[in-house]
T-cell receptor, first 113, second 114 residues
Framework: GQNIDQPTEMTATEGAIVQINCTYQ??????LFWYQQHAGEAPTFLSY????GLEEKGRFSSFLSRSKGYSYLLLKELQMKDSASYLC??????????????FGRGTSLIVHP | ETGVTQTPRHLVMGMTNKKSLKCEQH?????MYWYKQSAKKPLELMFV???????ENNSVPSRFSPECPNSSHLFLHLHTLQPEDSALYLC?????????????FGPGTRLTVL
């Protein structure tokens, strides 16, 4: 079966750095997404990694190690508005022959002053 | 603004009712998805359509019936639901069913089954 793990909840202080980890044990891996979801809102795309290494986008960076089945999302200079759920999703080959994102449970990040 | 709209935003229905959820995307995408999001659970894929054809049915009970009349519209018809079906139902679209294509989500319909 497919297994995607990420911590349920994390807390951090405004201005700090936080790293949200995601590990996966899957077959047919094509790449890994990170989405952000504020309470009561739709998930929005943050990043997609298909090759090993770190990709940086402003305050947010995402890392992937395919051999270790591991990714992390790094958030720098945390702001209160970064309080949200962060969803790790692995792009997997489906029985229908296409690639479908399979989501983890999400990590609820609480940023406090 | 995501370009994917869903109606209604909130729905309360009894177990014997029949209702429909509607999703519309204005992004020119070819793939559309229905997901179920329950508290403390991962997003669960329900159905996938590509160019109006259903490509995935993730063992969803028959009380949920999808319909995709064209690439821009997706419906989820509901009948004789159970209280455990109460959840947030999210629609998404992507340009294609390719591995790296970003999904764009609608705001969801919060469904409560009494």
């Amino acid at each position: 079966g497919q297994n995607i793990d990420q911590p349920t909840e994390m807390t951090a202080t405004e201005g700090a750095i936080v790293q949200i980890n995601c590990t996966y044990q899957t077959s047919g891996f094509n790449g890994l997404f990170w989405y952000q979801q504020h309470a009561g809102e739709a998930p929005t795309f943050l990043s997609y990694n298909v090759l090993d290494g770190l990709e940086e986008k402003g305050r947010f960076s995402s890392f992937l190690s395919r051999s270790k089945g591991y990714s992390y999302l790094l958030l720098k200079e945390l702001q209160m508005k970064d309080s949200a759920s962060y969803l790790c999703a692995v792009s997997l080959a489906s029985s229908g022959g296409s690639y479908i994102p399979t989501f983890g449970r999400g990590t609820s990040l609480i940023v406090h002053p | 603004e995501t370009g994917v709209t869903q109606t209604p935003r909130h729905l309360v229905m009894g177990m014997t009712n029949k209702k429909s959820l509607k999703c519309e995307q204005h992004l020119g995408h070819n793939a559309m998805y229905w997901y179920k999001q329950s508290a403390k659970k991962p997003l669960e894929l329900m159905f996938v359509y590509n160019f109006k054809e259903q490509t995935e049915n993730n063992s969803v009970p028959s009380r949920f019936s999808p319909e995709c009349p064209n690439s821009s519209h997706l419906f989820l018809h509901l009948h004789t639901l159970q209280p455990e079906d109460s959840a947030l139902y999210l629609c998404a679209s992507s340009a294609r069913l390719a591995g790296g294509d970003t999904q764009y989500f609608g705001p969801g319909t919060r469904l409560t089954v009494l």
